[in-house]
């Protein structure tokens, strides 16, 4: 007889086996047709409201891994929300406008943006940018990413372009907005000045001199004749722009007579200057503090103009020679300075980086070109001392990657001045995740210097500036802001470019200075940082279904100093508050050398490549398992790990789902009370499961999600109770009271666990939920109530019961498997064990010697009283010292159906290759 044919043996049919990258395109199609997105906010509607505010990502390429690990770990947030009793919406946005754009159209189409018109090189890159939301969003949407895709947010659209106007507007009358001439980050390719946030810095070789100022007045303090102030620099393309040397006030200068000339240099610099001029032979002729040398007066040995002696805290002895080179045409300290003093701010440097006729005989050379022109000038005048290369991280274009200049422009300046002790007061209302972000940003803001927000650029949103054509005022008021924000709402920011000054004024404007009426605009555009730094109000104030402030942004640790600094400074400015309650942030992606991922190095993933191979949901795996608040780690051979622990996950999947075939919830569920212990106990390990992984998901910390997960499918599930019920399920009658229970709690289990990884394993989970028995369930997981835990299932005495006993199993596993090596055991079906505990151990496992055997998976188990005498041949507990066992072959023979060794098995003459408990179920199997 076959008696396979009478077991119940789990269905294998289930479609959940390792093909991700073709069944996760269906499943999206199915998500999309029926709308999950909507289904979600409709049956979500009137609770209370949770707000994660989408950082913009450019429109100008494919995603890259950066962009995986945001958008999933965005996602993960919102539907373990959305699932947990939370109205929460989520709504992508785009950065449309800016620098990046300009130069992939002017790349990719090869256009020169001087030579098309202004309004065709504006649509083109419109059409760049929403080319790229379009694709971006198809692959956003592929990485199971859940939000309105069809209606995200734009900084190119016309009312977001209206609001951002509005916010600027409010700005300036509050005082914050000016116009002033000050150095910036100039980038001479892209010809344009950048924020803080939009420079990189990177390692460059430059010219390391030392230059000889010659003293003309030492104001008596000692002889000029022959006498020089010592400068270090290693831009001498600025010192044409020269006309003053810092000095630390409160820090010591020696004169130093060395080959007949006197110097002054730092006292806690100069010898190791002298060592590297490798002059020897010198006197120390005087001492003084640096606030005594105030009002010195040399001359630019290179301009011939007087090069003043001033005295400033910035100065430091950390290298150089205490004698700071001051050019306030170009560097942030030496205009400072230069302010308190009224020195004249020189930046003899055009917008392409080349010197005017101010330079003199540098006229037409780029200032990178100028430096060994300028160096073999010093040299032919006798002020250079000492020159070299050095490596040392510089400033460079965030896009263009070209290292930048400090150059002083007519500029649109915000004032962090006007509202910084708010901005900081803010900082410490909102919650920084991790910690560390707080102080990072405090200081940030409390070290920032005025916000640069103009752009010497074409696509963007304009300054929205009048000047009065007869005396050059400026005109910015409510009148005019309003008028443009109609006019913006109507035609979008392009009305600005396309129509004379005359015709966006509102009906009626005067100058408030002359009386005139005839005016001029900006030409300049808004930096992009406060075009995304005003999201909070273009998006969530204007959205319906979105509240302000947000509950959560979640960006790169970058944004520090980008998003999450633009954004607070436009809120607190315009609101008095941040935009944000908290801010979580994320490292960056490195290879698993700790290697920054990059192109030169070849170490680059493309989640495109990971996507067609694995699927997007070992992606989303991938990024749960990494503390994403340090650097990530990603390579193929991680990937390939995660894999592994996928194919773990899913067969626990499909085990209890190959095992639920017949089980109807609504008729075979069995009450806890009458249910096994040992499935009481599973129900139990349950409950701590649903606690800790939803404490984790509330902290953030997704990768204890996927550890406590993955440690319950293989080392609680796997390895040791789905092997336990394995008799049960497939060996007894169907609907017995036994196998139901089994049922009930495999039910449960996987009930929860579908549940508990929607957010992470969105595809997987989907599948599963597919196949879950359940009448009335929720058409998608994703509309599934979140896992609460059972009190009255969380027996603490039962679990700490069944872990000793688990315990217990690990000690005859081992000795099983001694038996199987020095035996030659085989199955530990042919094994009866026998145990020799001491006596408080006696008790408890004599309380459950029946059940033993199906929890060992042995045909049969004894529990010796503490009084037998122990075999010497046993083997000693580890866990348990005061324990023996003994493997002894199980005595009887095989059964052909349970394949336990049984005595009874030939006692019964219908069946004589059965034991009494297979025949016994084949009679109520018969009996129907």
Same mark, same amino acid.
């Given at each position: 007889m076959d008696y396979s044919k009478t077991l119940n043996l789990p269905r294998t049919d289930f479609p959940m086996r390792a093909n991700l990258p073709q069944r996760e395109p269906q499943i999206l199609k199915f998500w999309e047709e029926n709308r999950l997105y909507h289904a979600v906010q409709e049956a979500n509607k009137g609770k209370p409201k949770f707000i994660l505010h989408d950082g913009p990502p450019y429109a100008n390429g494919d995603i890259h891994l950066g962009h995986t690990l945001n958008k999933i770990l965005k996602d993960i947030i919102v539907k373990y929300r959305s699932m947990s009793g939370y109205d929460a919406p989520y709504v992508p946005g785009w950065d449309t406008h800016g620098l990046p754009i300009e130069q992939q159209v002017i790349k990719n189409l090869g256009l020169n943006r001087r030579e098309v018109d202004v309004l065709e090189f504006r649509r083109r890159c419109k059409e760049y940018a929403l080319k790229y939301v379009n694709i971006q969003r198809e692959q956003f949407k592929r990485l199971g990413v859940r939000g309105d895709w069809e209606h995200p947010y734009l900084t190119l659209e016309p009312e977001y372009e209206a609001v951002e106007i509005g916010i600027f507007g409010e700005m300036a009358k509050k005082g914050y907005i000016y116009k002033g001439r000050k150095p910036v980050y100039w980038c001479t390719d892209c010809e344009t000045a950048l924020a803080e946030a939009e420079v990189?810095?990177?390692?460059?070789?430059? @010219? $390391?001199?030392?230059?000889?100022?010659?003293?003309?007045?030492?104001?008596?303090?000692?002889?000029?004749?022959?006498?020089?102030?010592?400068?270090?620099?290693?831009?001498?393309?600025? /010192?044409?722009?020269?006309?003053?040397?810092?000095?630390?006030?409160?820090?010591?200068?020696?004169?130093?007579?060395?080959?007949?000339?006197? /110097? /002054?240099?730092?006292?806690?610099?100069?010898?190791?200057?002298?060592?590297?001029?490798?002059?020897?032979?010198?006197?120390?002729?005087?001492?003084?503090?640096?606030?005594?040398?105030? +009002?010195?007066?040399?001359?630019?040995?290179?301009?011939?103009?007087? $090069? %003043?002696?001033? %005295?400033?805290?910035? %100065?430091?002895?950390?290298?150089?020679?205490?004698?700071?080179?001051?050019? @306030?045409?170009?560097?942030?300290?030496?205009?400072?300075?230069?302010?308190?003093?009224?020195?004249?701010?020189?930046?003899? %440097?055009?917008?392409?980086?080349?010197?005017?006729?101010?330079?003199?005989?540098?006229?037409?050379?780029?200032?990178?070109?100028?430096?060994?022109?300028?160096?073999?000038?010093?040299?032919?005048?006798?002020?250079?001392?000492?020159?070299?290369?050095?490596?040392?991280?510089? @400033?460079?274009?965030?896009?263009?990657?070209?290292?930048?200049?400090?150059?002083?422009?007519?500029?649109?300046?915000?004032?962090?001045?006007?509202?910084?002790?708010?901005?900081?007061?803010?900082?410490?209302?909102?919650?920084?995740?991790?910690?560390?972000?707080?102080?990072?940003?405090?200081?940030?803001?409390?070290?920032? +210097?005025?916000w640069c927000i103009s752009r010497q650029r074409t696509w963007g949103v304009p300054i929205p500036i009048f000047y009065c054509a007869e005396c050059g005022k400026e005109i910015i008021n409510d009148a005019t802001i309003k008028h443009l924000q109609d006019l913006f709402r109507l035609h979008g920011s392009d009305v600005w470019f396309a129509r004379e000054a005359s015709e966006l004024v509102p009906p009626g404007l005067t100058c408030p200075a002359c009386g005139s009426q005839r005016f001029r605009k900006e030409t300049d555009t808004m930096d992009v940082w406060f075009d995304s730094g005003s999201s909070h109000a273009a998006v969530l104030r204007t959205r319906p279904e979105l509240s302000w402030p947000a509950d959560l942004y979640l960006e790169g640790s970058d944004q520090h100093r980008g998003w999450f600094n633009s954004s607070l400074c436009t809120s607190v400015a315009t609101e008095g508050q941040a935009p944000y309650r908290a801010v979580l942030t994320h490292g960056f992606l490195v290879d698993e050398e700790g290697r920054k991922m990059s192109k030169s190095l070849g170490n680059g993933i493309d989640p495109a490549d990971v996507i067609r191979e694995m699927g997007a949901d070992i992606l989303r795996l991938w990024v749960a398992s990494a503390d994403y608040r340090r650097d990530v780690a990603a390579s193929p051979n991680i990937l390939q790990q995660l894999a592994e622990a996928y194919r773990k996950i899913r067969n626990t999947f499909r085990f209890l789902l190959g095992n639920l075939y017949d089980f109807d919830p609504a008729r075979d569920r069995v009450p806890y009370g009458e249910m096994l212990e040992i499935d009481r106990w599973a129900l139990a390990k349950l409950q701590r499961l649903v606690d800790k992984v939803t404490r984790a998901y509330e902290d953030y910390e997704f990768h204890v999600v996927y550890h406590a997960v993955h440690s319950f499918c293989v080392n609680y599930l796997s390895a040791a109770y789905l092997d336990i019920l394995k008799d049960r399920l497939y060996t007894w009658s169907a609907a017995s009271r036994g196998r139901r229970s089994a049922q009930a709690a495999l039910y449960e289990i996987l009930h929860v666990l579908v549940r508990l990884l929607a957010p992470i394993l969105a595809f997987t989970t989907e599948e599963v939920w597919q196949h879950l028995p359940a009448a009335g369930k929720a058409w998608s997981v994703q509309l599934a109530p979140w896992p609460r835990v059972q009190d009255e299932w969380w027996d603490r005495d039962l679990e700490a019961k069944w872990d000793k006993l688990l315990q217990v199993r690990e000690e005859v596993n081992r000795a099983l498997e001694l038996a199987r090596r020095e035996q030659g055991l085989g199955n530990s079906l042919n094994a009866f064990v026998h145990l020799y505990p001491d006596g408080e151990l006696y008790e408890f496992l004599k309380a459950v010697e029946e059940e033993l055997p199906a929890f060992f998976i042995v045909s049969g188990v004894r529990v010796w009283p503490p009084s037998e005498p122990v075999p010497e041949e046993g083997v000693k507990g580890v866990a348990f010292p005061g324990l023996t066992i003994r493997i002894a072959p199980a005595p009887g023979k095989k059964c052909e159906r349970c394949w336990k060794v049984s005595e009874t098995v030939g006692q019964h003459e219908d069946e004589p290759e059965l034991c009494s408990h297979c025949v016994a179920v084949l009679k109520e199997i018969q009996a129907g």
């Open positions: 990189e810095y990177e390692e460059k070789q430059s @010219p $390391s001199i030392y230059v000889k100022f010659p003293v003309t007045d030492a104001g008596g303090l000692w002889e000029p004749q022959n006498s020089y102030v010592v400068i270090w620099t290693t831009t001498p393309w600025t /010192l044409p722009a020269n006309v003053a040397i810092a000095l630390h006030p409160e820090a010591s200068y020696v004169l130093i007579e060395a080959g007949g000339e006197k /110097l /002054l240099l730092a006292e806690e610099l100069y010898r190791d200057v002298l060592e590297l001029w490798q002059v020897e032979d010198y006197r120390i002729l005087a001492h003084f503090r640096g606030a005594e040398l105030d +009002g010195v007066v040399c001359r630019n040995p290179l301009m011939d103009r007087p $090069s %003043v002696v001033v %005295v400033g805290e910035h %100065v430091t002895m950390d290298q150089g020679t205490g004698c700071v080179h001051t050019a @306030p045409g170009h560097g942030l300290e030496d205009f400072e300075i230069g302010q308190r003093y009224g020195l004249p701010v020189l930046s003899p %440097v055009d917008d392409q980086g080349r010197f005017t006729a101010e330079a003199g005989p540098f006229q037409g050379l780029f200032v990178g070109d100028a430096n060994q022109e300028i160096i073999k000038e010093l040299e032919k005048r006798g002020a250079l001392q000492h020159a070299s290369i050095i490596t040392h991280q510089y @400033p460079h274009c965030w896009r263009c990657k070209h290292p930048v200049i400090f150059r002083a422009t007519e500029q649109w300046f915000a004032s962090i001045d006007g509202f910084r002790r708010e901005a900081l007061a803010a900082v410490r209302q909102v919650q920084w995740i991790p910690a560390w972000g707080e102080e990072r940003i405090y200081n940030m803001i409390a070290e920032r +210097g005025d």
